[in-house]
Each structure stands twice: as C-alpha cells, then as structure tokens.
Nanobody, 122 residues
Framework: QVQLVEFGGGLVQAGGSLRLSCGAS????????MAWFRQSPGLEREFIGR????????SYGDSVKGRFTISRDVAKNTLYLEMTNLEPEDTGVYRC???????????????WGHGTPVTVSS
C-alpha cells in the first residue's frame, strides 16, 4: 500500500513558475514508477511525465516537454514537478501516481493522491 499527498498548487500568472511536491509513504517504494497527471475541465486525464524511483529516468508528455521537470528525493520520499513558462492551458488538478509498470496510461497506476489545483491566469 502506498499513500501519496500532493502540495504546492496555486494561482500563477502566465509565464510564471511553480513547484509541486508529492509526499510518498508505504512499503516497497523502490518497486514503483511515479508519475504526474493533469485533469483539466472538459478534458481527459493527461500524462505529464514519469520517473523511475530508483533509476531516476524520466519521460514527459509532448505538451510539457522542455517546460516541466520531474525529480525525486529518495531520502525524503518526495516527488517533485517543477513547472516553468506556464500557460493558461496548464490549468488543472495535478495528481501524482505510483505504479509498477512503465506507462503513460493512467490505467496502469495503482495508487493516487487527491491532487492539488493549479490555475494559470493570462
């Protein structure tokens, strides 16, 4: 069982930056891949990016590539999402997730946080 809690959402102007955190607890975290997804009004849940907990390898969705960076602090059991050059289209609820498979599909992730909202004003 893995528990995930996100922090750091808020209101930011277009072009600004924001860092989200996701605290993880539970057994066997080293077995998991961690990911960020975004749920925007009227849109399907979107893959933002993922990271392997131990290896640290990452991959990103096309809409955020070059602007967002995922990292993790293994000692603190914390996942991060650094967001720069934010656009109004980045508005949504950001959720972290954990799963054993390397995947961009939300269906492959077993554990989810409740999410933290991000609003980007134009």
């Amino acid at each position: 069982q893995v528990q995930l809690v996100e922090f750091g959402g808020g209101l930011v102007q277009a072009g600004g930056s924001l860092r989200l955190s996701c605290g993880a607890s539970g057994r066997g975290l080293s077995n998991y891949h961690m990911a960020w997804f975004r749920q925007s009004p009227g849109l399907e849940r979107e893959f933002i990016g993922r990271i392997s907990w131990i290896a640290g390898t990452t991959s990103y969705g096309d809409s955020v590539k070059g602007r967002f960076t995922i990292s993790r602090d293994v000692a603190k059991n914390t996942l991060y999402l650094e967001m720069t050059n934010l656009e109004p289209e980045d508005t949504g609820v950001y959720r972290c997730a954990a799963g054993v498979a390397v995947s961009r599909s939300s269906y492959r992730y077993d554990y989810w946080g409740h999410g933290t909202p991000v609003t980007v004003s134009s």
